[in-house]
């Protein structure tokens, strides 16, 4: 079976750079995924193995396909990811060691990817990242069969207040270092103190007013090594976004191509937004 293919790419493409950048990161992690599964079940929530089970399943911008990794175990017919990046070559390894047979990993833009149409569609992390990140969300809806459903997670513009005026600067400045630099001279010993500060907030609800309480709460489950990745993973990339409820609402709201009442906006760990809903199916 031919697992992986690569498409003639445009090497023009507005998010190369931005590609190449998350690449150095994906490919230098562990075999496997980075997440556990009860992560990857909140992430896609309210996706879940019903809407899976049997169905072709398509990701756009898998990276090294720590999320698709998990999906074998809720039985879907076929998956197929999609990333611009070299991280393709660990998510065609990463797949394999799931065990599942029947995937396809493209190397492709994925705003201009165009396919017969998947029953489930979800780009989870990755809108924001694109220069322009409603030619994203198009590109999930373009992709989605009629009657399919689709899901997105991006970060927020709510809620980000600190990481917009503190991270984001730093992140402009790191993007442009060696990797290397940056994960281990930047991002290791900045994460250090916030890794406390998580598990001490998430301790008590006497903290909620603190800044970053909810994700702080969600975080603090997982080990340093991790608070590391996800602090590099945002100090790599030389694009990012914050995307308002508001925006997400226009997108939803400006698609003639969604089923009506099937749309929702969910806010996640009091930072970032999980929105999808199902596309109107062909007209009998």
Not at 1 to 28: G, H, L, R
Not at 65 to 72: A, E, N, T
């Amino acid at each position: 079976m031919n697992f992986f293919s690569e498409k003639i790419t445009f090497m023009n493409s507005k998010d190369k750079e931005t590609a190449e950048a998350f690449a150095t990161s994906w490919n230098n992690l562990p075999s496997g995924s980075v997440y556990n599964f009860e992560q990857f079940e909140e992430w896609l929530s309210p996706i879940n193995q019903t809407d899976v089970e049997g169905k072709e399943v398509l990701e756009l911008g898998c990276g090294n396909g720590s999320l698709m990794f998990h999906l074998p175990k809720w039985n879907p017919a076929r998956i197929e990811g999609v990333d611009l990046g070299e991280s393709v070559l660990s998510c065609e390894k990463n797949m394999k060691l799931s065990g599942f047979q029947n995937f396809k990993i493209t190397k492709f833009d994925l705003t201009r990817f165009e396919s017969d149409g998947f029953d489930v569609v979800y780009c989870i992390g990755v809108l924001h990242h694109l220069k322009d990140p409603v030619e994203g969300f198009k590109s999930v809806l373009k992709n989605t069969k009629p009657g399919g459903k689709f899901h997105c997670w991006v970060y927020a513009e709510e809620g980000n207040r600190v990481v917009i005026r503190l991270v984001d600067p730093l992140r402009k400045l790191a993007s442009k270092l060696p990797w290397w630099t940056t994960k281990y001279l930047i991002a290791t010993p900045l994460v250090i103190p916030y890794y406390f500060y998580a598990k001490l907030v998430s301790k008590s609800s006497v903290f909620k007013k603190f800044p970053l309480y909810e994700y702080s709460r969600w975080i603090a489950r997982r080990e340093c090594s991790f608070f590391r990745h996800v602090a590099f993973d945002q100090l790599v990339t030389p694009q990012t976004a914050y995307i308002s409820k508001e925006t997400i609402g226009n997108w939803l709201n400006e698609s003639e191509e969604i089923q009506e009442n099937s749309a929702y906006i969910v806010f996640r760990n009091g930072n970032s937004w999980k929105f999808g809903g199902a596309k109107k199916p062909d007209k009998d």
